[in-house]
C-alpha cells in the first residue's frame, strides 16, 4: 500500500508544479521557501508517579524534545519535518516495552524517532491535501487523536485531502501505517480509510458525520480491525447572560476487515458547559457498550482526556462502561500577572458496566496550571481511582507535573 501512498504524491506535485501560480506571499523558489521557513521547537519535562494496587509504586522523570522545520509556501506547497526525542532522566517505572519492569506502567519509553514528514499542497481555499508521516484528529479527539498526553505522540503515514465550501468541511485519510506511541514498539500496518463532513448550519448547530474503517494487518492488533460509524452534533448559544455549549454523538462500531471475531457495539455521548465570569462547569454522559465477550474501544483515539487522567479504562470491559462526570473550573481574575491564566479544575466521575450495571468505582481529578510566559507554561495534575465491585480495574493514584516551552 505504501506504493499508493508514493504514487499519488507524485501525482500531485506534478500538477501542483504546473498549474501553481505564486502570490505575492508566496516564496519565489524552493530555496526560499526553505530559507524563509520557521523553527519547530518544543520541550516538555515531566515528572510523574505512579500507585496501583497489586504493583510497585512507579515515579518517572522524562524529558521530551521535539524539533523541526516548517517551510514556507511555494505554488502552494508547504513542507515540515520534525523529530521527537524521547529521554529518561530518572526514576523506577515499567515503561510499557519488554522486558517489563516490577513497576507500575508509565509508558514513555526513551528513543528518538522521526515524527512528522509531511509535504502539503494549498491548490486554492476549497481544495488541499496533504501526504506523508501527519498528526490527524478530529472534533473531541474521542475517535481520532495525537495522543499527546504521553511524551512519545501518535503519528499516521497517510495521505489527506480537505475539502472546504462555505459552511460545508471534509476530510477524507487513507492511513498506510500507524506511529504509535511507546517507540516503535506498537506501531501498526493498516489500511485505513477515515472521512469526516460537517456542516455549520449556525453557530448554535454543526451537524458532522463520520466513518472510520480501519483494517489492521499487525497480529497483535488484527482484531481491532473496526469500523465505527456515526454522527455528532454540537454549538453554543447563550441564556440568561450565560454562555452554553453542548455536544452530543451517537456511533455503531462493528467488525471488519481482517478481525476474526464478530462483535456489534454501540456508543453515545451527551453534554453541556457553561461559563458565567471566572466560573465555568460542565455534565458530561457517555456510554461505551459491550456484549460480555469485548467493549466498544478507540484504537486511535484518545486515552487520557476521557474517563478519567488514572488511565483506569485504557482496556475496555467486555461489559462496557458508562461514564458520569462533573467538571468545575475556576480562573481567577486576580491572578498575578507572574500567574496569567491561573486555573484550577476539579472533576469526579462516576463509573459502571453497561451491559450489567455493576458498580466500576469513582475518580476524582484535579488540577492547577498557569503560563510562565507567552512561550512556557506548567501544570500539577492529580488522579485517584477507586475501585468498585468485583470486574472493576485496580485501585491507583497518579500524580503528574509538566513545564512545556513552545518556541
Known sequence: MRKVVVRAVGAAVGVATMAGVANAEEAASVQEAISEGELILHTRARYETLEQDGQNDADALTLRTRVGWKTATWNGFTGLIEFEDVRDLGGDYNDGLPPSEPYATIADPQGTELNRLQLRWQLNQHFAATIGRQTVEFDDKRFLDGSNARQDTRT?????????????????????????????????????????????????????GFMYALDFDTASAINQSSNTIGL????????????????????????YGNATVNYDLDYWQAALSAELGEWSGRVWYESLGGDGTRGFFVPLGSSNNFQGWASA??????????????????EPEWAPDSLEGLTFMARYYDFEAERTGVDFGNELDMSVGAKLSDRANWSLEYADYQTGDVGSPAERTRVRFMVQYTF
Do not use: W
Open 232 to 255: 455528532r452534533a454540537a454549538g453554543e448559544f447563550e441564556a440568561f447572560g450565560i454562555g452554553f455549549d453542548y455536544s452530543a454523538s451517537v456511533a455503531n462500531q462493528r467488525d
Open 313 to 330: 479504562f485504557t482496556t475496555k470491559p467486555a461489559d462496557g462502561v458508562n461514564d458520569f462526570n462533573v467538571t468545575v473550573q475556576y
Open 156 to 208: 499516521l503515514d497517510a495521505l489527506r485531502g480537505d475539502l472546504t465550501m462555505g459552511a460545508l468541511k471534509a476530510a477524507y485519510v487513507y492511513v498506510d501505517h500507524v506511529n504509535n506511541t511507546t517507540a516503535e514498539y506498537n506501531d501498526l500496518e493498516t489500511e485505513g480509510h477515515l472521512l469526516n463532513a460537517s456542516y455549520a448550519f449556525s453557530e448554535q448547530f454543526k451537524l458532522t
